[in-house]
């Protein structure tokens, strides 16, 4: 009998969204326990900052180019490399409950497998996943979350976010307290919400395996994915009104866009209102516009969600510790990007790569069981991404990580990065969106600085860049690409990003906006 | 608005080709996610594996140009559609193939485009291989 794997997302989480990352707000104890039992990683990087593209590497191991989803909308093709299929080789019960996010969701003539799947109510899953329950994040598509919702709550449907406008364009209705774009009093019950949701159907699934199954299981929630719209019976637990402001947020206008404009010219133009690149931000809303008082709120949303998610995650524990795995049982926490909450002016995410979006929660809690050197708590601050997970995955089931797979198992600590060479870290932005516009993003993440250069498109020349030093400006508000005194520091960075960065061979179609 | 287009070459002669698409019942042979079809008078509705229906007017179904056009009215969130399916003898082996569509709003663009080119090849890869009698 070998050792489970418990692999918990979450979905757009900031790295600092827990108190084991210097959270204060969320109370989220039983991930706190991980960090506090096993290795945090305090700069993990996803390869891209939007969903399809970082569940695809998280599934394949593989950067974005390889992988070949490169905006949300691809499809990651059904006959790509899986982990789950490399674990279910190995003897492993496989299965992914929760968001999976690696076909399109608006999918009206139901060409994808998932969408199929969940339409149908069924859950033979496929990538190698023996089960598949899928959610999102709302009551509305084609998973089986908001088939749940349709047979069994349908006076439910209308209670969340709606996300999509006649246009279907994402929404930009204000709301809660404060107007703030994506928010809603949520009238449903918290025990139909979909964070709940995920942990029952978790727990379902493993009551059905056997005391001896090796197992794996990927337990996907959507939040804190905007639309914000927890359950209102929970909005006691975070009053909006009472929260600082993001120390992020320079809450000097003048001094807010000086900032911004310091940065490569698409950063001001989203700012304005005048550019979207990336259609999960509602192409109607201005972040000029946005109040310190909606990102409070908008903040507090969040953090409730994160509340619930830390809950749901303690029931799936304690229904683990019942079967007796606990000392069997490994844990990865972690999620796919980050969301700017209030930094800069800004919500959501796009082709801005600066730690709200970069900078996320790893943490791996090795089963007690493992031995090994393993079971020390400890902090790594060398560079890893996303694509490391994989491989690790292996490591744990006592598999050879595949020659397909690009990372590297996880180090266990400081000194173990170091002796196998983890110095950086790459991730990339691509997209082409129906209006034309084109913005292509390459980043490396070394020694402590962050380097992105910017290839040509419809809004950059190819001489744009941003070089930030994370030790002298953590928030990343200097940007010191054009610094002659760090020309010298901009070039090695450069040459290395070239010589380590897997660019796409094809961009293939986009198959829907998300 | 946005416009898309989807093309392939079929190694059969046009008027064999042009049975098949200027048929628009037999649309549920190629298209993905249409289970069924109906047409009365210029009124054409389709059945999706959803069960969700689409409600399309036929505006153009000419023998002699060997083009058909069609408006999807309702009820995906469509505020302007026009389908254009053309089967043109270009002077090369076969025939060419072109299906192009203008929709408004710009994202459903995404969602067709993707559809219409699988689409475009099941329909190719029938009549290539002469299977269009037997589905």
Redesign the interface.
């Known amino acids: 009998m070998g050792r489970k794997i418990l692999f918990i997302t979450t979905d757009q989480m900031r790295y600092d969204a827990i108190g084991a990352n210097g959270g204060n707000v969320a109370r989220t104890p039983n991930i706190d326990s991980f960090a506090a039992n096993g290795i945090s990683y305090d700069r993990a990087q996803p390869q891209n900052v939007v969903c399809m593209p970082s569940r695809s590497t998280m599934v394949t191991g593989q950067n974005v180019g390889t992988h070949g989803v490169w905006m949300n909308?691809v499809p990651l093709p059904v006959e790509s490399p899986s982990v789950a299929a490399v674990l279910h080789d190995a003897g492993y019960r496989t299965a992914l409950i929760g968001k999976s996010h690696f076909e399109p969701l608006?999918?009206?003539?139901?060409?994808f497998e998932e969408n199929?799947q969940g339409?149908a109510g069924a859950t033979e899953g496929h990538r190698g996943f023996d089960h598949m329950e899928l959610a999102t994040h709302g009551a509305a598509g084609?998973t089986h979350y908001s088939r749940f919702i349709r047979k069994e709550h349908p006076e439910a449907i209308g209670m969340f976010f709606q996300v999509?406008d006649?246009?279907?364009?994402v929404s930009d209705v204000p709301g809660g307290d404060s107007g703030a774009p994506q928010i809603k009093h949520n009238a449903v019950p918290r025990d139909w919400y979909h964070t709940d949701w995920v942990a029952d159907r978790t727990i379902s699934w493993l009551d059905g395996l056997k005391a001896d199954d090796d197992w794996f299981c990927w337990m996907s929630f959507p939040d804190p994915h905007h639309p914000w719209d927890p359950p209102e019976s929970e909005l006691h637990r975070v009053d909006w009104r009472e929260l600082d402001l993001p120390v992020g947020y320079p809450q000097n206008q003048a001094e807010r866009e000086a900032i911004i404009d310091s940065k490569p010219r698409h950063w001001r133009l989203w700012y304005d209102g005048k550019l979207v690149s990336n259609?999960e931000a509602p192409c109607k809303w201005v972040p000029a516009t946005l109040t310190a008082d909606q990102i409070r709120e908008v903040n507090a949303m969040a953090h409730i969600e994160n509340e619930l998610i830390d809950e749901a995650i303690g029931r799936v524990l304690a229904a683990i510790d019942a079967k007796g795995w606990s000392d069997d049982l490994d844990i990865v926490f972690t999620t796919d990007h980050g969301e700017f909450q209030g930094d800069f002016g800004l919500l959501f995410k796009g082709p801005y790569h600066v730690d709200s979006l970069m900078r996320l929660p790893l943490i791996w809690r090795p089963a007690p069981s493992a031995g090994g050197g393993i079971n020390a708590t400890a902090r790594v601050s060398k560079p890893v991404g996303l694509l490391d997970l994989a491989p690790t995955f292996c490591t744990i089931a006592g598999v050879q990580p595949p020659e397909w797979m690009e990372g590297r198992p996880l180090p266990i600590d400081d000194a173990d990065a170091v002796a196998r060479g983890f110095e950086r870290v790459t991730t990339e932005w691509d997209n082409h969106q129906?209006?034309g516009t084109e913005i292509h993003l390459r980043t490396i993440m070394r020694d402590n600085f962050v380097c992105t250069t910017y290839q040509p498109g419809t809004v950059h020349d190819g001489t744009e860049g941003e070089l930030y030093d994370l030790v002298l400006d953590p928030l990343q508000q200097v940007n010191l690409w054009d610094d002659p005194e760090r020309r010298a520091l901009r070039d090695e960075l450069l040459i290395d990003l070239a010589a380590n960065f897997v660019e796409p061979r094809e961009f293939r179609?986009?198959?829907?906006?998300v | 608005m946005?416009t898309i287009r989807s093309h392939a070459r079929v190694h059969r002669n046009a008027d064999d080709v042009w049975k098949v698409v200027g048929d628009p019942t037999r649309i549920v042979q190629w298209f993905?996610?249409?289970t069924a079809v109906t047409v009365e008078d210029n009124i054409r509705t389709l059945t999706?594996?959803?069960g969700?229906p689409v409600f399309e007017e036929i505006v153009t179904l000419d023998n002699r140009m060997r083009r058909f056009q069609y408006r999807i009215t309702g009820p995906?969130?469509v505020?302007y559609h026009l389908g254009t399916m053309d089967v043109i003898e270009d002077g090369e082996p076969g025939c060419l193939l072109m299906y192009s569509t203008e929709i408004s709003?710009?994202?459903?663009?995404?969602?067709l485009?993707?559809?219409i080119?699988?689409g475009i090849e099941n329909l190719a890869r029938m009549l290539n291989d002469h299977t269009e009698d037997e589905r």
């Open positions: 909308g608006l999918d009206p003539f139901l060409r199929r339409f084609f999509l006649g246009d279907l364009e259609y129906p209006d179609h986009a198959e829907a906006p | 946005a993905p996610g249409v999706l594996a959803a969700l995906l969130p505020k709003p710009d994202p459903m663009a995404f969602v485009d993707g559809v080119s699988e």
